[in-house]
């Protein structure tokens, strides 16, 4: 089992629709990164949080530490949105960071 | 622009001929480190350096070696390569504690 699990995979929506994508970690955390991968580019940080919520734009992000589990909402999609998206788990003892497999969204038109 | 910049962005190379990924961070980051993406696997460390002169193994290092002696520099180096290191490889940088993360643009090799 990994250590730090996304779901779904694979996700399609219809521009406009609320988006939720979920992580689940089994390691103790100091923090958490969200990060959002383009087709053919590179990786960029969305958030990073370690209780709460945050918000930026469009995006919120959400961590529950007691049951380890954190989530990614996206409102009123759009097809630009269509990307991967990583959430990673940055362990308290060693620094260091375990990423999720990856949540793969696609909005249409 | 705070950039981390890799090069080459992509490459094709045979079996066994030496190569070297750059990685070049501008942002006076002490952390850095070497990532690898095979789908389904996700990304997975391959060496991190802390400080210039200090590097160490990440969870898949066979095949790969590192050097860190400037702060903004952290090249990846491959003596041999063989076909199972084809993947798409990622740089990152971050002040101490990865507070933030700064990730390349990625360089897709391809080992032949």
């Known amino acids: 089992k990994n250590e730090v699990e996304q779901s779904p995979q694979n996700l399609t929506a219809q521009e406009g629709e609320f988006i939720t994508i979920n992580c689940s970690y089994s390691?103790?955390?100091?923090?958490l990164h969200w990060l959002q991968q383009h087709p053919g580019g590179g990786i960029v940080s969305l958030f990073m949080l370690s209780s709460g919520k945050k918000k930026h734009g469009r995006l919120i992000a959400t961590i529950n530490i007691q049951e380890k589990h954190s989530s990614l909402h996206i409102t009123a999609s759009h097809p630009r949105d269509s990307a991967v998206y990583i959430c990673a788990a940055l362990t308290g003892l060693s620094d260091k960071l375990i990423f999720g497999t990856g949540t793969r969204l696609q909005v249409f038109p | 622009e705070a950039q981390v910049t890799q090069n080459p962005r992509y490459l094709i190379t045979v079996t066994g001929k030496k190569l070297t990924v750059t990685c070049s961070q501008n942002?006076?980051?002490?952390?850095m480190s070497w990532y690898r993406q095979d789908p389904g696997l996700g990304l997975r460390q391959i060496y991190y350096s802390m400080n210039v002169e200090v590097t160490d193994k990440g969870d898949v290092p066979e095949g790969y070696k590192v050097s860190r002696k400037e702060k903004r520099n952290f090249p990846l180096i491959l003596e041999s390569p063989s076909p199972n290191q084809t993947s798409l490889y990622f740089c990152a940088s971050s002040y101490r504690g990865w507070t933030e993360a700064f990730f390349g643009q990625g360089t897709r090799l391809t080992v032949v």
């Open positions: 942002m006076n980051h002490e952390y």
């Open positions: 390691v103790g955390i100091s923090a």
